[in-house]
């Protein structure tokens, strides 16, 4: 049983405290990143860091009634949530305003909300209480479809919207299926399929197919004393062949030019430093200018003359490297890994199973956000739109990461409470 309050002294105060760095350090670039002398009074409400100071005042208040709550609740509502926010996410699609060429908004009044911010904790929720289960068995083909579905439907809904960079940070909850029982092969897969994607769209159709025949008979060449073996190798060589063909259709025809155009570019198959790699090209200048020590704050030329798009939300990062040079990157990449390395020590000490989903849930998220987000910055993954955890501007990420990190800081302050 847990009693109905922790006391305050149970929460993980390293934690917030790196919590409260990357937050104020986030604000602090965002007052730089859109810096205007004539507003520049970073508590004006009418500019992003004014606002995004709104929206870390609103985050406290969040955090007081998650630490108010009895821990239970999130385990007994984590369901509900669920089904809430599908819902939610399935209603922006009819209902939603298209911004950035993405219907993912609720507008009212003049705020404006992305349901898929909130369904990554609700997400996680549902499987940590899945997981959770007593009689639930990763290694039998129930269970496994079972997390499998809980995780694509969130994906499912969120690609129509269009916004592939949001539904692929669920591909992430894997590793938490894995954490809990899940075998490795199926990561193995997963990376071994990624890496198919890519070459089906590097090497022409054919020849990748021919190659796959290939190998496919290699093997069962080298494996012909394996009873059945070779039957289980034609079977993934079929797999792959329906793969890279689907994946040359759902690439020419389901994404949109902007999506094709940046894998593109990534790729080296195409080269548009003035068009759609604009942002990118211009985001790697202002972080090489940076050099070693950076240009100083408010200092940056790149940031001042608005050479970087969204400098403010997704490529917030560049900000940094301009300005504070390597130093001050290294610095906020440290932060950021201690922040990892700290919620995983804190997801091995509990002793509740949905606790410890819940927690490996969280640095999931949160690890592939931050190295997709700074890859994208460097021009090592394609442009996908997803934030910076905790730094970069906007109301309803920074609820979301906020809600997905306190409730499990909530649940580990009664890790030894839990039966």
Same mark, same amino acid.
């Given at each position: 049983m847990r009693r109905s309050n922790s006391s305050i002294y149970n929460i993980d105060w390293l934690t917030v405290v790196l919590f409260l760095l990357l937050v104020l350090m986030g604000w602090a670039n965002i007052y730089a990143a859109v810096y205007d002398e004539e507003h520049a009074n970073i508590f004006d409400l009418s500019q992003r860091y004014g606002k995004q100071l709104m929206w870390i005042g609103t985050s406290i208040a969040i955090i007081a009634v998650i630490f108010i709550l009895d821990g239970?609740?999130?385990?007994?509502?984590? @369901?509900? @949530?669920? @089904? &809430? *926010?599908?819902?939610?996410?399935?209603?922006?699609l009819f209902a939603g305003k298209e911004i950035a060429g993405a219907r993912s908004w609720f507008v009212i009044g003049g705020f404006s909300i992305q349901p898929s911010e909130f369904a990554k904790f609700a997400t996680a929720l549902a499987l940590a209480s899945f997981l959770s289960k007593k009689e639930r068995n990763l290694r039998g083909l129930r269970d496994k479809i079972i997390g499998f579905i809980i995780i694509i439907i969130p994906a499912a809904l969120i690609i129509p919207q269009p916004d592939p960079g949001s539904a692929l940070v669920y591909s992430s909850l894997l590793l938490v299926m894995y954490r809990e029982g899940l075998s490795g092969a199926y990561i193995f897969i997963g990376l071994a399929l990624a890496v198919l994607f890519l070459m089906s769209l590097l090497v022409p159709l054919l020849s990748l197919q021919i190659a796959l025949a290939l190998l496919a008979t290699l093997i069962i060449v080298a494996t012909r004393r394996s009873k059945g073996f070779w039957i289980k190798v034609v079977g993934?060589?079929?797999?792959? +062949?329906?793969?890279?063909? *689907?994946?040359?259709? +759902?690439? %020419? $025809?389901?994404?949109?030019?902007?999506?094709? $155009?940046?894998? $593109? @570019?990534?790729? !080296? /198959? &195409?080269?548009?430093?003035?068009?759609?790699?604009?942002?990118?090209?211009?985001?790697?200048? &202002?972080?090489?200018?940076?050099?070693? &020590?950076? /240009? !100083?704050?408010? %200092?940056? *030329?790149? *940031?001042?003359f608005d050479f970087v798009p969204e400098q403010s939300t997704d490529f917030i990062f560049c900000t940094v490297g301009e300005e504070w040079g390597f130093t001050g990157s290294a610095v906020l990449i440290i932060l950021f890994m201690l922040l990892f390395f700290r919620l995983v020590q804190l997801a091995e000490r509990q002793k509740s199973t949905f606790a410890r989903a819940y927690g490996y849930a969280v640095v999931s998220i949160l690890f592939f956000h931050f190295t997709i987000n700074i890859a994208m910055t460097i021009g090592l993954a394609p442009v996908i739109g997803i934030p910076l955890p905790f730094f970069s501007y906007g109301g309803s990420s920074l609820w979301g990461f906020t809600l997905l990190l306190f409730i499990f800081l909530k649940l580990d302050s009664f890790r030894w409470e839990t039966l």
């Open positions: 239970s609740i999130y385990q007994t509502l984590a @369901i509900p @949530i669920y @089904i &809430a *926010t599908m819902l939610a996410l399935l209603l922006v993934m060589w079929l797999l792959s +062949a329906v793969l890279v063909n *689907t994946v040359d259709y +759902a690439f %020419n $025809n389901i994404l949109e030019d902007r999506h094709r $155009n940046r894998i $593109n @570019i990534l790729l !080296g /198959k &195409a080269h548009d430093p003035k068009g759609i790699g604009y942002n990118t090209a211009q985001s790697m200048i &202002a972080i090489g200018s940076g050099g070693v &020590a950076g /240009k !100083g704050y408010l %200092n940056g *030329t790149q *940031t001042k």
